[in-house]
T-cell receptor, first 114, second 115 residues
Framework: KAGVTQTPRYLIKTRGQQVTLSCSPI?????VSWYQQTPGQGLQFLFE???????NKGNFPGRFSGRQFSNSRSEMNVSTLELGDSALYLC?????????????FGPGTRLTVL | GENVEQHPSTLSVQEGDSAVIKCTYS??????FPWYKQELGKRPQLIID?????GEKKDQRIAVTLNKTAKHFSLHITETQPEDSAVYFC??????????????FGQGTTLQVKP
């Protein structure tokens, strides 16, 4: 099976702009979770989608949003970018998102906000 | 809120020695505990996991132990090799609809294995 893929791999934006990141899960996986990874805060949960519905959300401002399509591909959007949004954004897919359901990570999108 | 504390933040061992990384979780409803290895510039990869109904699990040189009473779990790597050098993350997940797809991660441990 092909692994989780993310596009683009690198992005450079300026403050105030918005950005859209894409994640294609492993075939057959219906749950997609998004995480932000920074040196200071580590890996933090953003949100999780299942069957085109957001089921769970972490403690991030409303500037961070996402969606999921009928083929389980997911996108996340960050509006009005701030310098502190610079991070590695990782998505992970699993069969159904429950405890014990292994989450497989994509390679990440490295976002730099100038 | 939920929290996972991981220690130590850095660990340096000689090749062939053992390495132990410890994590403590706060949510007593946590019932799934995976460990991920992240090499520099690479994605996190699952190396072992354990469920709350099991006290210990082993896979070749890697083992994980869980103490539900103390809310504590540990990763043990024996006969370390230079290729074990990486950042290791522990995580916890709770059951229930409000926790689907939500892993709470520790801060990570940078393991260096010296040849």
């Amino acid at each position: 099976k092909a692994g989780v893929t993310q596009t683009p791999r690198y992005l450079i934006k300026t403050r105030g702009q918005q950005v859209t990141l894409s994640c294609s899960p492993i075939s057959g996986h219906r749950s997609v979770s998004w995480y932000q990874q920074t040196p200071g805060q580590g890996l933090q949960f953003l949100f999780e989608y299942f069957s085109e519905t957001q089921r769970n959300k972490g403690n991030f401002p409303g500037r961070f949003s996402g969606r999921q399509f009928s083929n389980s591909r997911s996108e996340m959007n960050v509006s009005t970018l701030e310098l502190g949004d610079s991070a590695l954004y990782l998505c992970a897919s699993s069969f159904a998102g429950g405890p014990g359901d292994t989450q497989y990570f994509g390679p990440g999108t490295r976002l730099t906000v100038l | 809120g939920e929290n996972v504390e991981q220690h130590p933040s850095t660990l340096s061992v000689q090749e062939g020695d053992s390495a132990v990384i410890k994590c403590t979780y706060s949510d007593s409803a946590s019932n799934y505990f995976p460990w991920y290895k992240q090499e520099l510039g690479k994605r996190p990869q699952l190396i072992i996991d354990i469920r709350s109904n099991v006290g210990e699990k082993k896979d070749q040189r890697i083992a994980v132990t869980l103490n539900k009473t103390a809310k504590h779990f540990s990763l043990h790597i024996t006969e370390t090799q230079p290729e074990d050098s990486a950042v290791y993350f522990c995580a916890a997940q709770s059951g229930g609809s409000s926790n689907t797809g939500k892993l709470i991660f520790g801060q990570g441990t940078t393991l260096q294995v010296k040849p």
